[in-house]
């Protein structure tokens, strides 16, 4: 385990070797508190929790912030490693990374791709799962699911989806990575006034090498694009079925959130352990942590005491 000296509102960050990657990772609050794993989703980062973490490790908890595949300082240990980007690949690193940190068992509360990869672990590995706190709630996917074609008003909501699957949109994401995560911001949170300097911040995890590689995977995969690897078969097999949520959870969602996402009524029969749905008010968009920490923060802290 090294430290990396970068001026973050953490402190240093730390690397470690977990499975197939060294992870980038920000800590905070006693080490023998309850840990809580707080994971990101794109085009964002550690810093969505920069607000929160603050909060938790006063509440007593080791917080663990790390930066996914292809963001921020993590990288592969190998060059020859697949640049995948499907669910249960990206899931799986959050064990791994529980593994190299002597996790046995920890809160995970995520957004957007980071809500996808807490679900996964808490249906798959529910005995590494305390509580689950889930931004839009139930995400779970699977290549047949995503077969299926919706309304128009609803295919337009995943132009960027779309966007990814053709080598014109993998050129264009590169070329203008920022320019379109800025973009992605303003559309799924129409309502948040973030400024130049809040954008910089997260936006220089992006200048990872292996970033568009993963992105590009993960939208092509989702749409049967783009290949998995056959050591996720029986993962994604499992996560196909679309299997419940037993641990205790609280889902959470803004009340501005410009990106697609169902209605809680669709998904609340997925969590049939004690379970809650809070709906967090005052033009709050897609990056929820970051636009309403508080109640984040709270949200995490209440499934913790579960």
């Not at 672990?121 to 706190?133: E, K, T």
């Not at 077969?147 to 994401?173: I, V």
Request: negative net charge; proline residues 6%; charged residues 20%.
């Amino acid at each position: 385990m090294s430290e990396t000296d970068m001026s973050t509102p953490f402190g240093a960050l730390r690397q470690v070797d977990a499975g197939l990657l060294n992870v980038g990772y920000a800590e905070a609050g006693p080490a023998a508190g309850q840990a809580v794993i707080l994971l990101h989703g794109w085009p964002y980062d550690i810093h969505s929790f920069a607000d929160v973490t603050p909060l938790l490790a006063a509440a007593g908890h080791r917080v663990i912030v790390p930066f996914i595949r292809g963001y921020g300082t993590t990288r592969f240990l190998s060059d020859d490693t697949v640049r995948n980007g499907q669910q249960a690949a990206v899931a799986a690193d959050v064990i791994a990374l529980m593994d190299a940190l002597g996790i046995e068992k920890a809160v995970l509360a995520g957004f957007d791709w980071g809500a996808r990869s807490a679900d996964v672990v808490a249906a798959l590995w529910p005995d590494r799962c305390m509580a689950l706190v889930s931004v839009s709630g139930y995400l779970i996917g699977s290549q047949a699911a995503n077969e299926a074609p919706l309304p128009p008003q609803a295919e337009l909501s995943w132009w960027y989806q779309f966007y990814s699957a053709t080598e014109r949109g993998r050129a264009g994401y590169d070329k203008y990575r920022r320019d379109f995560s800025k973009l992605i911001w303003q559309l799924a949170s129409p309502e948040w006034k973030f400024d130049d300097a809040t954008f910089a911040r997260s936006a220089a995890a992006f200048d990872n090498p292996d970033h568009v590689a993963i992105v590009i995977h993960n939208y092509r995969w989702r749409l049967g694009l783009a290949a998995g690897e056959s050591q996720y078969d029986d993962l994604e097999l499992r996560l196909a079925a679309l299997p419940v949520i037993a641990v205790p959870a609280i889902t959470l969602e803004g009340d501005a959130n410009g990106a697609p996402h169902l209605d809680a009524s669709a998904y609340a029969g997925k969590f049939p352990g004690k379970y809650e749905h809070r709906l967090i008010r005052g033009g709050i968009g897609h990056n929820l942590p970051q636009e309403a920490p508080q109640a984040f923060a709270q949200a995490v802290i209440d499934a913790a005491g579960f």
